[in-house]
Structures are given as structure tokens and as C-alpha cells.
């Protein structure tokens, strides 16, 4: 299994402090380890790893942990490092109180990852921010700046 960073910490926040944050603080916290990580993110060994308005970068070390039965890494590794990242990249961008949710995301692929890729880097960017919706598109990459899927996603962003 792909071992979790072992300087993280992994939980829930609490709706209430959710509230108080704007979400470039809240998803700055997570980078900055002041709010957990999500437990999906110790299954997978991945980390946010920046957070700016309108951007979010996490990484992964792909291993055997996230095979599928022809020896690559499933699919469903980009499929999640894509969700969170183009999703948290809206989060950035909202005022606190406000929390959004993917309605839909939409992914390529177009290289196989192996163990052998090494580290990947899932990019997240804001395309249009608008007051119930945010449209985000997303990128991973190798080490060498290699395409290895991409991704848009529409989320929907609400009054908890």
C-alpha cells in the first residue's frame, strides 16, 4: 500500500469551524496542517500541497497499492486527485460561510501511470466563479511535465 505522508493529519472538520473560514483559509489550513486532511487522502497517499485563490496542487507517489488487474495504477487515482483538486480550487474562491460540491466532473487520461512514473502532481484551476456555480478544470502530470490525465468539473456552491 502507498504509504500515507507520515507529517499529516487526517480527520473531519467540524461544521462549525468550516463556517468560520473563508475557503482559501480553510483549504490553506489543510496545507498548512493547522485541519486535517480527509481520510480518503491517507487511503490514497496523497497531499494538498498548495493552495492559492483559484489553484490547488496535491501529489501522489502512485505504488502497487493503487494497481488494477493489468499492472497500472486505476484510474480512479486521477479520477480523485482531479476531483479534489479542481473542486478545493473552487473552494479557494469562496467567502466564508460558503461550502460547494461537485455536481459533475468529466476526465481524460492519456498516459498509463505505473509505479515506475514516480511522484504525480494533480493541478486544480478556476475557470469561472459565479455566485451558485464554479467551473474548474484540472491537470496531472509527472515529474517531467508529461500529460497523464486532465479533467473539468462543475460544482455547486451554497449556504450550509
Not at 35 to 41: D, K
Not at 56 to 64: E, K, L, N, R
Not at 131 to 156: F, K, Y
Amino acid at each position: 500500500m502507498s504509504a500515507a505522508p507520515d507529517d499529516i493529519h487526517y480527520g473531519v472538520v467540524s461544521p462549525e469551524e468550516q463556517r468560520a473560514l473563508s475557503g482559501l483559509e480553510f483549504v490553506q489550513a489543510m496545507v498548512d496542517g493547522r485541519l486535517p486532511h480527509n481520510a480518503m487522502a491517507r487511503t490514497l497517499g496523497y497531499r494538498i500541497t498548495s493552495a492559492a485563490p483559484g489553484q490547488v496542487v496535491i501529489t501522489a507517489q502512485p505504488g502497487s497499492a493503487h494497481f488494477n488487474p493489468a499492472g497500472t495504477v486505476h484510474g480512479g487515482l486521477s479520477a480523485t486527485l482531479l476531483d479534489s483538486c479542481m473542486g478545493l480550487a473552487v473552494q479557494t474562491m469562496l467567502a466564508t460561510g460558503w461550502a460547494q460540491t461537485t455536481l459533475e466532473f468529466k476526465i481524460a487520461f492519456t498516459r498509463p501511470i505505473t509505479a515506475q512514473t514516480g511522484l504525480i502532481t494533480a493541478v486544480g484551476s478556476v475557470l469561472s466563479h459565479g455566485r451558485r456555480v464554479g467551473t474548474a478544470e484540472g491537470r496531472v502530470a509527472d515529474a517531467q511535465g508529461r500529460l497523464l490525465a486532465h479533467g473539468t468539473t462543475t460544482c455547486l456552491i451554497f449556504e450550509p
